[in-house]
């Protein structure tokens, strides 16, 4: 069974990066979508509320497949989720060019830590690649409309929430 990694903050997951999981879905048998509380970041959301919105954004809204999809929170370096659960790739999205620099030498830092990771860089489609959680936070602060970023139960949580 071929599994991989996508880690990230996900505050709040986006339509970004669900192109991104939906893509990894055609290329791995199992896709581990990782949410952490990196130290050097400040969260809109709570972890449990992170993992809510990943779960309820995936199952929910879109009816993706669970059986293929794990949803999880880690607190620890990615290489050692990966070993934990038997999956050789991480993957990464990519929205622009700017985004490479960063992604290029966190994909060597890991492969510094363990040879056997690879990681494997996906675009989300054009219409999307645009979307950021930093920008879909800003606009719903400022009372802005974002059902075009985020699924239905984000929306609503961000109607609640402002």
């Not at 009816?63 to 038997?86: A, G, P, Q, R």
Request: with cysteine; hydrophobic share 40%; charged share 25%.
């Amino acid at each position: 069974m071929k599994i991989a990694i996508y880690p990230g903050t996900f505050d709040p997951i986006t339509y970004g990066h669900i192109d991104v999981i939906k893509k990894s879905l055609n290329v791995f048998d199992k896709l581990i979508v990782a949410t952490t509380d990196n130290f050097n970041k400040n969260y809109h959301f709570s972890i449990e509320d992170r993992l809510s919105i990943i779960n309820n954004s995936l199952f929910n809204d879109l009816k993706l497949n669970k059986n293929k999809i794990k949803v999880i929170s880690f607190d620890n370096l990615t290489i050692d989720l990966c070993k934990k659960h038997k999956a050789w790739t991480i993957i990464r999205g990519l929205r622009a060019a700017s985004d490479f620099e960063y992604e290029f030498q966190l994909a060597g830092m890991n492969k510094k830590l363990n040879s056997k990771i690879e990681t494997m860089f996906l675009m989300s489609d054009i219409e999307n690649q645009i979307i950021s959680s930093k920008f879909v936070k800003e606009i719903a602060s400022l009372g802005g409309n974002i059902d075009r970023f985020v699924t239905r139960s984000t929306v609503k949580l961000f109607k609640n929430k402002f």
